[in-house]
């Protein structure tokens, strides 16, 4: 399996799980990891976009609250 796939199928799997919790979603992402250590690579990396998209959302709101101070007084 390629990376590129790999991280795909993770990537998917990833969504699932955090768009739906449940246990089988979670024994698929836990029977996949199993499957080939590549595929644990692969989930890191599809966190590690996620985490990284997540913060390049964050940044812009927290930059304009330190610009424009503490709403609370």
Known sequence: MCTET???TAW????QLHD???RDHADQL???LGEDPRHVRAFDEALTLWALAG???VK??????R???PDLQ
Do not use: Y
């Open 6 to 8: 790999a991280v795909d």
């Open 12 to 15: 998917a799997l990833f969504c």
């Open 20 to 22: 739906a919790p449940s």
């Open 30 to 32: 836990i029977h996949w």
């Open 55 to 57: 913060a390049a959302m």
């Open 60 to 65: 812009p709101v927290l930059e304009e609250v």
């Open 67 to 69: 610009r424009s101070g």
